[in-house]
């Protein structure tokens, strides 16, 4: 089954996600030694940006 057929309504809207340089930096596949929390913060931001475009009525 191929992903390239999902349809998303909203799919051209922006979001924006507030984040730290070092949050970014961890989404990219940057590792931090001292601080194995970054990455999943910034995942963390990242889904609930999402949820709240997504789920929220007349946004």
Same mark, same amino acid.
């Given at each position: 089954? *191929?992903?390239?057929? /999902? #349809?998303? &309504? #909203? ?5 924006? /996600?507030?984040?730290? /340089? +070092?949050? =970014?930096? =961890?989404?990219?596949?940057? +590792?931090?030694? #001292? ?5 999943? !913060? =910034?995942?963390? +931001?990242?889904?609930? *940006?999402? =949820? !709240? +475009?997504?789920?929220? &009525?007349?946004?």
């Amino acid at each position: 089954m *191929s992903n390239n057929n /999902v #349809q998303i &309504p #909203q799919g051209e809207e922006l979001i924006r /996600v507030e984040m730290t /340089v +070092k949050e =970014a930096l =961890a989404l990219t596949g940057a +590792k931090f030694n #001292q601080n194995h929390k970054l990455e999943t !913060d =910034a995942i963390k +931001k990242l889904k609930q *940006s999402l =949820a !709240d +475009k997504l789920l929220t &009525p007349n946004h």
